[in-house]
């Protein structure tokens, strides 16, 4: 068995314990050791991200764009300012919106790299309609789309596209973020 399995099991295994030996979900404890796995050999990190969490903001936090313009698109306050809070202590710059009339604003005024949109929200579209949108006028555009309600398939998805369930964790969603800059 090579060293990233004996990792990750050993990870998996301690999350599993660390969540109070949980029935049934062994696979989001593995899943979450894989990403953390992946993230940390990305990073050359330690296995909590702590590195990536507090890049210095004179050095850039992808290696695609220096540091690319991430825009966050959320009806709910408090995840909103989390999200965009996470990310930009990971090094990241972040625009921000409630809705995707305000996201349509950022979009035309500002080189959004990559965009992060839940699906359920008000105003004159939803997030799958923003996402036609962006992939229609601005293709160049990466996209994650979440949600807390609806579920996603990578199949259900165009290239350029990522789908991550409500509520995803803050490494997760670096994760992401990092892959498809």
């Known amino acids: 068995m090579d060293s ?47 590195e990536v969490i507090e890049v210095p903001s004179d050095q850039p936090a992808l290696a695609g764009d220096v540091n690319p313009n991430v825009l966050i698109v959320e009806d709910e306050p408090q995840l909103r300012f989390d999200t965009v809070d996470f990310l930009e202590r990971a090094g990241l710059r972040t625009l921000e919106a409630s809705n995707a009339d305000e996201a349509m604003v950022h979009m035309k005024n500002n080189d959004i790299a990559i965009l992060v949109t839940d699906i359920n929200m008000p105003g004159s579209m939803d997030g799958l309609g923003l996402v036609a949108t962006v992939r229609r006028r601005w293709p160049a555009t990466r996209i994650i789309v979440t949600s807390g309600l609806i579920r996603l398939s990578q199949r259900d998805l165009d290239d350029g596209v990522a789908f991550v369930p409500k509520p995803a964790g803050g490494l997760e969603l670096l994760n992401l973020v990092a892959r498809s800059a």
Request: charged share 25%; net charge negative; aromatic share 12%.
């Open 4 to 50: 990233r399995n004996v990792w990750i099991i050993n990870r998996a295994y301690a999350l599993w314990e660390q969540a109070g030996r949980p029935f049934g979900q062994d696979e989001q404890q593995w899943s979450r050791a894989a990403m953390e796995y992946d993230l940390r050999d990305a990073t050359s990190g330690s296995s909590d991200g702590a």
